[in-house]
């Protein structure tokens, strides 16, 4: 019997999905493709292990799918190794550090309160309590990376790992930097590059293969693909903290990160959602996927120059990248209070700390936006301007939210879910 409680949630869930804009960065709207093969029957199957070497039998059918899918992403990075098995981006980073870290080992991440991510070091995670974190941040001046504090903390504490990565900055990264930085202290360097990854893809911004020894991503953001993680490394090299084998030996990174994910930190994989990648990794490479994150960079340039116009406060004053992170304080409105008005006008964003944020993280005084899912719905600049007057209306009460509402299902209804 159909569950229809549940799939009449799912119904108004996509009518939520349609009728509203969409601006939570770290959102975006899956292909049919994607979402046929993550609603498989491949969900029915276990294949602990990798391609050839399972604990199960059965896995011919699957091994060709995981194999399909590392390929086609080395190739949308041009990496050497991939893991393509990590549930999520937290567990892809939890793999990483579980791999080359020691507990109680130091390491350097970007600060969560600056626009970092949890699993950069947050006591709350299980990277601040397991390792010993330690922090940089933005320039208080101008918002951009604070490359001389990373530096100074750097060449003091010795950290065995540099992260660099963030949920919510909206500039490129300097890996060269960070790099020369880590040679000089005897670090690795691990790029979490969850958010721009489908920009960094097409090479919209600089690379960090090019510097940094292993890379993490998830796949449903920029990359439009499954919920998911992935690891990537371009050169393979022998573990400097690893303990050599009775022979002197020392095992190389990329088996100490297949073993970082199984069985270090999961079980089975979940192969209709490594199907929903390969199928993402495709559509990545076409020319139709370069033409919709060039339009994301677009957009996002187009509504960060639109809400200075109008008197907003971007932190560094613009973006580099698919998202933009705004300072509310100058509007008299908290990013909760924010987020809760939007939320009834249809538009989804989320409340964000601003660096140096005085108020705290269940109220924030800000607000981050992103393009990637409403470019994939087929807007382009001119709506992007339309978007920021309808935030604008909302956060500076300039008309009655109800009105603000209906013309934004009216007019979000003109773009489907996929252009
Ligand atoms: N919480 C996610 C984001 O929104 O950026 C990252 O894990």
């Known amino acids: 019997m159909r569950d229809t409680k549940l799939f009449d949630l799912i119904q108004q869930e996509k009518i939520r999905q349609t009728e509203g804009i969409e601006l939570i960065a770290s959102e975006n709207y899956a292909s049919e493709g994607v979402m046929e093969a993550a609603g498989s029957i491949l969900t029915n199957k276990y294949a602990e292990g990798l391609p050839g070497k399972r604990y199960y039998g059965g896995c011919v059918v699957v091994d060709e799918i995981e194999d399909l899918c590392r390929e086609r992403l080395k190739n949308l990075f041009d990496a050497t190794w991939v893991n393509v098995q990590p549930h999520s981006g937290a567990q892809a980073n939890a793999a990483v550090m579980l791999a080359i870290l020691n507990p109680g080992d130091k390491i350097l991440g970007f600060d969560l309160s600056h626009g970092g991510h949890l699993t950069h070091g947050s006591p709350v995670n299980y990277s601040g309590k397991i390792y010993k974190p330690y922090f940089y941040g933005v320039k208080k001046e101008d918002g951009f990376i604070d490359y001389e504090a990373l530096e100074r903390t750097a060449l003091k504490?010795?950290?065995?790992?540099?992260?660099?990565?963030?949920?919510?900055?909206?500039?490129?990264?300097?890996?060269?930097?960070?790099?020369?930085?880590?040679?000089?202290?005897?670090?690795?360097?691990?790029?979490?590059?969850?958010?721009?990854?489908?920009?960094?893809?097409?090479?919209?911004?600089?690379?960090?293969?090019?510097?940094?020894?292993?890379?993490?991503?998830?796949?449903?953001?920029?990359l439009r693909?499954?919920?998911?993680?992935?690891?990537?490394?371009?050169?393979?090299?022998?573990?400097?903290?690893?303990?050599?084998?009775?022979?002197?030996?020392?095992?190389?990174?990329?088996?100490?990160?297949?073993?970082?994910?199984?069985?270090?930190?999961?079980?089975?994989?979940?192969?209709?959602?490594?199907a929903a990648k390969a199928v993402a990794f495709k559509e990545a490479l076409s020319d139709n996927y370069l033409d919709y994150v060039v339009q994301v960079k677009k957009n996002a340039a187009a509504m960060s120059s639109e809400f200075i116009k109008k008197g907003y406060n971007i932190i560094s004053a613009g973006t580099d990248n698919h998202l933009m992170l705004i300072d509310l304080r100058n509007k008299n409105i908290t990013g909760k209070e924010a987020e809760e008005n939007l939320g009834k006008a249809d538009i989804t964003i989320n409340k964000n700390m601003v660096p140096f944020d005085t108020e705290s993280p269940f109220v924030t005084s800000g607000m981050r936006i992103g393009t990637a899912a409403i470019t994939t719905r087929g807007m382009g600049e001119s709506d992007m301007k339309k978007i920021v007057g309808f935030i604008d209306s909302v956060i500076t009460n300039k008309s009655e939210v109800d009105v603000i509402k209906k013309e934004i299902n009216n007019w979000a209804n003109n773009f489907p879910l996929h252009k």
């Open 157 to 222: 504490e010795k950290p065995k790992l540099i992260i660099c990565g963030a949920s919510s900055y909206s500039r490129d990264w300097d890996y060269k930097l960070i790099r020369e930085v880590a040679d000089r202290v005897g670090a690795l360097v691990l790029a979490d590059i969850a958010h721009p990854s489908g920009l960094i893809s097409r090479g919209l911004l600089n690379d960090p293969l090019d510097h940094c020894h292993i890379v993490t991503s998830t796949t449903h953001k920029t």
């Open 225 to 274: 693909g499954p919920r998911g993680g992935i690891i990537m490394i371009r050169d393979d090299f022998e573990n400097p903290f690893g303990i050599k084998t009775p022979k002197g030996t020392l095992r190389k990174i990329s088996s100490l990160l297949d073993s970082g994910v199984f069985p270090g930190t999961q079980g089975g994989p979940l192969e209709h959602i490594i």
